[in-house]
C-alpha cells in the first residue's frame, strides 16, 4: 500500500518569499514521487518527478524538491514566491515500474501576499 | 498538439438523470484513468483502463461506469446510483510500458446535480 501526507492544506507566504510545501510518503517499494500544480477550474500539470538517481530534482518555474528515502519525504521548495505561484499543489506517489496506480495527497493551497 | 480533451468543460443535471462526461486523446497513450476531485480531498481513482476493451475499478467505482472501445476514448458515465456526483472530474493518461507514472491530465469537466 502508498499513501501520502501533505502538511498544511493552506499555506500564505509574501511575495519574494521562500515557498515550502511539506510531504510525506509511505511505500512499500522504492516509490517515484511527483509534485503537480492546478490552478483553478484546470487539469493538473506536472512541476517535477523523482524516479531515481539525483535526489535533488529541479522542475519547472523554479521549483525543486529533494528525496529524503531517511525521512520519507519530497517536500517542494521555491527560493522566492511569485504572485503567479498562486495555486493548489499536489504531492503524489507511485510505485516503480509497469502501469502505475497513482496516489494523490489532499493538496497544498498557496496564497501569495503582495 | 497532443492532449487530451474533456467535454464539457461545466454541465448541470436534474437529480436521478444519468450523465457521460467524454475523454479523448490523441497521445497514443494506452492507459486512461478517471479522477474524481472534491475540495480537500485530493484526487480519487474512480475507474482505469490499461488496454482497449479491458478497466478496473479505482477506489470509488461505485455509481460510475465506463467504455474503452477506442484506444483515445474512455467515457464516464455518472449513474443516478451515485449519491453525491456534483464534482470535478478530472481524466489522465500514461504511456503504454513500464513509465514513470507521470500523468497526463485533461482540463476537466464540472458535474452539478440540481
Known amino acids: 500500500a502508498q499513501s501520502v501526507t501533505q502538511l498544511g492544506s493552506h499555506v500564505s507566504v509574501s511575495e519574494g518569499a521562500l515557498v515550502l510545501l511539506r510531504c510525506n510518503y509511505s511505500?512499500?517499494?522504492?516509490?517515484?514521487l511527483f509534485w503537480y500544480v492546478q490552478y483553478p477550474n484546470q487539469g493538473l500539470q506536472l512541476l517535477l518527478k523523482?524516479?531515481?538517481?539525483?535526489?535533488l530534482v529541479k522542475g519547472i518555474n523554479g521549483f525543486e524538491a529533494e528525496f529524503k528515502k531517511s525521512e520519507t519525504s519530497f517536500h517542494l521548495t521555491k527560493p522566492s514566491a511569485h504572485m503567479s505561484d498562486a495555486a493548489e499543489y499536489f504531492c503524489?506517489?507511485?510505485?516503480?515500474?509497469?502501469?502505475?496506480?497513482?496516489?494523490f495527497g489532499t493538496g497544498t493551497k498557496l496564497q501569495v501576499i503582495p | 498538439d497532443g492532449g487530451i480533451t474533456q467535454s464539457p468543460k461545466y454541465l448541470f443535471r436534474k437529480e436521478g438523470q444519468n450523465v457521460t462526461l467524454s475523454c479523448e486523446q490523441n497521445?497514443?497513450?494506452?492507459?486512461m484513468y478517471w479522477y474524481r476531485q472534491d475540495p480537500g480531498q485530493g484526487l480519487r481513482l474512480i475507474y482505469y483502463?490499461?488496454?482497449?476493451?479491458?478497466?478496473q475499478k479505482g477506489d470509488i467505482a461505485e455509481g460510475y461506469s465506463v467504455s474503452r472501445e477506442k484506444k483515445e476514448s474512455f467515457p464516464l458515465t455518472v449513474t443516478s446510483a451515485q449519491k453525491n456526483p456534483t464534482a470535478f472530474y478530472l481524466c489522465?493518461?500514461?504511456?503504454?510500458?513500464?513509465?514513470?507514472?507521470?500523468?497526463?491530465f485533461g482540463e476537466g469537466s464540472r458535474l452539478t446535480v440540481l
Open positions: 483502463s490499461q488496454i482497449v476493451n479491458d478497466f
Open positions: 511505500s512499500s517499494v522504492p516509490p517515484y
Open positions: 489522465a493518461s500514461i504511456p503504454g510500458g513500464p513509465g514513470t507514472g507521470e500523468l497526463f
Open positions: 497521445l497514443n497513450h494506452d492507459a
Open positions: 503524489a506517489v507511485a510505485r516503480s515500474g509497469g502501469y502505475q496506480k497513482v496516489t
Open positions: 523523482y524516479t531515481t538517481g539525483a535526489t
